[in-house]
């Protein structure tokens, strides 16, 4: 009797975790371009942010990205990142998926008093929409941790080749 159960239970779950993976949309490896807008914070002052994103996605849930961003241009500061970021992918429905981000970015600031320049740490969390196998959408909110954080959120699109 416990053998049977055993087996049922595993039967079970295998079923069930097999569901969830034939639900998903698979994409196919290959580059993508994209752009993006959103709203710079930094410090105490908003700004309207602008990005352009260019990226290999090797497999279904890894991918590697490049991008170029005017972050703030605001009051005589001018902010601007060029980032280098591994993204991971989590399909969570057919076309539906969260995207995570976490790489290393030149931010350069560019005040009335003097220019700062430095290479740290970026990281964000978001969603991302494949229209069609080609075209997809995404939402995010990205940190840039320099003496004074950038926080930026944004809405995208990207085309895949």
Known sequence: MTKKWLVAMLGTAAMTLSAGGLAQQTTVPGFYIGAEVGQADFGSEEDTAFKIIGGYQFHRNIAAEAGYGLLFDKGG????ALEVVAVGIFPVMDRLSVIGKLG???????????SDDKTELTYGLGAQ???TRNLGARAQWQRYDTDQEVDLLSIGIIYRF
């Open 77 to 80: 500061a001018e902010v601007t």
């Open 104 to 114: 290393f970015a030149n931010v350069d600031v560019e005040t009335s008093v003097g």
């Open 129 to 131: 929409y494949d229209f």
